[in-house]
C-alpha cells in the first residue's frame, strides 16, 4: 500500500495559528487581569479541532512541524500510554525524522524521550 501524502501549509498554518492565539489569551489578556474562562475554552475548542487524537507520528506526517508536534505531545499524557506503544511510536518517528534530516526533531525526540540519551546528536 503507497505511503499517505498530505499537503502540510493548512496544517502548519493551524498549528501556528492555534501557538499565537495560546500565547494570547496566556500571556497578553491573562497578564492584565481579564479573566475570560469561557471564551477562552471556546477558542480552545475551535482550535484543537486540528490535532486532537493524531498521534505523534500523524502530527509529524502531516506538518513536518516540530512546534506542532511538540504540541500534540504536551496533550497526550506519557504515563498513560503503555511503555511498548510510546517506544514504538518514537522509533516510528525518528525514522520519519532521519529520512527527512531533521536533526531537530530528531534531538527533541531524544531530550523528551529519552532523558538519558545525550541531547544533542553529535554526543550519539
Known sequence: M???TYSSRGDNEAC???TVVRFVV???LQLHGIELPHVWRGI???LSEL???WPLAEAY???GDLRCMQ???AREPKEAEHPSYRMWMVNNVAALA???GDVKALEWLAKSYSPDTPARVEDW
Open 61 to 63: 506526517i502531516r506538518t
Open 2 to 4: 503507497p505511503a499517505k
Open 71 to 73: 504540541y500534540v505531545a
Open 98 to 100: 532521519m529520512d527527512r
Open 51 to 53: 490535532p486532537r487524537g
Open 44 to 46: 480552545d475548542d475551535f
Open 26 to 28: 496566556r500571556e497578553r
Open 16 to 18: 501556528s495559528l492555534l
